[in-house]
């Protein structure tokens, strides 16, 4: 029935106009309790699929993926379509508008999409505002979220540690985890910081605001991640790996958008990526071993992908690019797949 719809109506929408009016049905659908409450049942990850991590149930362990919920309006309904966690954003300090349109495009023969939106979003103190009132009702409390943050576009690279910082420090009270995005090609420079002497005070001044944050609001620290992306060679993986443990950072996520490719402007997503994360996800657990988290993004177009990233060394699963091709019935197959191999992690490391 999707596919037709998608055949049929959405792929004649602009894509960043059809993403509008998908998330903008979504949440309409969760903000409607009985329609939601049968939504949720049909859709949620099932038993056994739980993974206990940071202290926290993951109800399954494949999540929704940055780039989706921008802005944290729609995490009720993105569980609703039975993702174990969401991960919003990305979020900068200072709100910015992103890249001029066209910014987004649908790659249909290889069931991908290209973007450079440029980190549009309300910026860290309206999205902690939000956050905040979500996690003031228990139902709330219990979802699963993560925050993906990143530089605002004006900091110039000097002053990008504490740009990050301050994102930190208002989102970390409401985030479950924090990931510091070093990643995206569409914010001039930002891929810069993944040097290693670059990403060195990025990710200590997060790491600090963060555990300042915490502390005020009497919450135990927030774990914090680094973003990568598939375009690093292996050495640059491996050195980014060796300073996570060397700083004690709780895991990496891996990958990014690719701009290995002759399509345009911007970063490539979904099935294109998909040889390469497998590639760094394995790299980075046999480089940390078995206590940090890895968590797998990039082509996960069904279960079988999503299995793939688990073999090879994947704690939690992402996706994002599937669910436009995909659908909402998307999360739920790949969380029922999921669950007869779910296992419970090794201890994070602090």
Do not use: C
Request: net charge positive; charged share 20%.
């Amino acid at each position: 029935m999707y596919r037709l719809l998608f055949d049929l109506v959405l792929r004649r929408l602009d894509p960043e106009q059809a993403h509008r009016l998908a998330f903008g049905l979504i949440r309409a659908v969760a903000a409607v309790p009985g329609l939601s409450h049968v939504v949720r049942a049909v859709l949620a990850p099932p038993p056994g699929g739980e993974i206990e991590l940071w202290g926290r149930r993951f109800p399954s362990r494949f999540g929704l993926a940055a780039g989706f919920d921008k802005d944290g309006h729609g995490v009720r309904g993105m569980t609703m379509l039975g993702f174990g966690f969401v991960e919003v954003g990305t979020v900068t300090a200072e709100p910015q508008p992103g890249n001029e349109r066209p910014r987004l495009w649908r790659v249909l023969e290889r069931r991908a999409l290209r973007n450079r939106m440029g980190f549009n979003n309300d910026g860290s103190a309206a999205v902690a505002a939000r956050l905040r009132r979500l996690r003031a009702t228990p139902g709330g409390r219990r979802l699963v979220v993560g925050v993906n943050i990143g530089k605002t576009k004006v900091t110039p690279p000097e002053l990008a540690a504490a740009d990050y910082a301050t994102s930190a420090g208002r989102l970390a009270p409401y985030a479950d985890y924090l990931v510091v995005n070093v990643s995206s090609p569409n914010t001039p420079g930002l891929r810069d910081l993944q040097a290693v002497e670059a990403l060195r005070p990025v990710l200590e001044a997060t790491r600090v605001a963060a555990d300042e944050a915490t502390t005020r609001a009497g919450r135990a620290p927030v774990p914090v991640l680094v973003k990568i992306a598939p375009d690093l060679s292996d050495e640059d993986v491996d050195a980014v790996a060796d300073l996570v443990a060397e700083l004690g950072l709780d895991g990496v996520v891996a990958v990014n958008t690719t701009v290995g490719h002759d399509l345009g402007p911007g970063g490539l997503s979904g099935p294109p990526v998909l040889a390469r994360g497998l590639d760094v996800v394995a790299r980075l657990r046999t480089r940390l071993g078995e206590e940090a988290v890895v968590v797998g993004v990039g082509g996960i177009s069904g279960p079988a992908d999503a299995r793939e990233y688990v073999a090879v060394g994947a704690t939690l699963v992402q996706g994002y690019t599937g669910l436009v091709y995909e659908g909402p019935g998307y999360a739920a197959r790949i969380a029922r797949a999921l669950a007869p191999a779910a296992v419970h992690p090794p201890a994070v490391r602090r």
